[in-house]
């Protein structure tokens, strides 16, 4: 069993800048992925970042050059940091890894960016 909680989400201005951390109960360099995804109102969870356990990272074209994944096998943290945030990036964001074929969730943090 994983457990992922999320921290640092909140309320941004157009054009700030957050930071999201998720703390990981299992060494993430066991991890087959880590990622990020967000849902907005009405509207279906979408991919933002993920990265492999190699450090392959894809993401989002919505979000490419302006939001950066990474992990520290420190602190059993995947982060994400959002940059240059707009509108249409308010969403819950949730943290997702792959586990030995099993799929965790985070219970969400809300970001939301002010126009």
């Known amino acids: 069993q994983v457990q992922l909680v999320e921290s640092g989400g909140g309320l941004v201005q157009t054009g700030g800048s957050l930071r999201l951390s998720c703390t990981v109960s299992?060494?993430?360099?066991?991890?087959?992925?880590m990622a990020w995804y967000r849902q907005a109102p009405g509207k279906q969870r979408e991919l933002v970042a993920r990265?492999?356990?190699?450090?392959?990272?894809n993401y989002a074209d919505s979000v490419k050059g302006r939001f950066t994944i990474s992990r520290d096998n420190a602190k059993n943290t995947v982060n994400l940091q959002m940059n240059s945030l707009k509108f249409e990036d308010t969403a819950v964001y949730y943290c997702?890894?792959?586990?030995?074929?099993?799929?965790?969730w985070g219970q969400g943090t809300q970001v939301t960016v002010s126009s």
């Open positions: 997702n890894v792959w586990n030995r074929g099993l799929q965790y």
């Open positions: 299992v060494k993430i360099f066991s991890l087959n992925t």
């Open positions: 990265m492999t356990s190699a450090g392959t990272t």
